[in-house]
């Protein structure tokens, strides 16, 4: 069993920049894909980022594409999300989790039903 948890969140003024973390505990994150999504109030909860493990793949959403970076650092069983460039329109609970079913991102790299572990998530406001 996999406990995930996110940390790095706050308010930050647009244009800024914010590091999110994704601990894991109880077990290691080797072998899994991780994701992380956000879910911004009254919309569907939306992948964007994923990083591979077997082949260090990473993808993202358009959304984000070009300001944020993932990354992971295997031997802190930990997941990083660089934000810069924030916008009001990133503000939104954002979420790490574990794809049990692969270790790549190659294809579709989204696919919710595929992550079985999910954090608690971490609150980012941007403000104007």
């Known amino acids: 069993q996999v406990q995930l948890i996110e940390s790095g969140g706050g308010l930050v003024q647009a244009g800024g920049s914010l590091r999110l973390s994704c601990a894991a505990s109880g077990s290691t994150l080797e072998y899994y894909a991780i994701g992380w999504f956000r879910q911004a109030p009254g919309k569907e909860r939306e992948g964007i980022a994923c990083?591979?493990?077997?082949?260090?793949?990473?993808l993202y959403g358009d959304s984000v594409k070009g300001r944020f970076t993932i990354s992971r650092d295997n031997a802190r069983n930990t997941v990083y999300l660089q934000m810069t460039s924030l916008k009001r329109e990133d503000t939104a609970s954002y979420y790490c989790a574990a794809n049990t079913m692969r270790s790549s991102c190659l294809g579709p790299p989204f696919v919710q039903h595929e992550y079985n572990y999910w954090g608690h998530g971490t609150q980012v406001t941007v403000s104007s």
């Open positions: 990083v591979g493990y077997s082949d260090g793949s990473t």
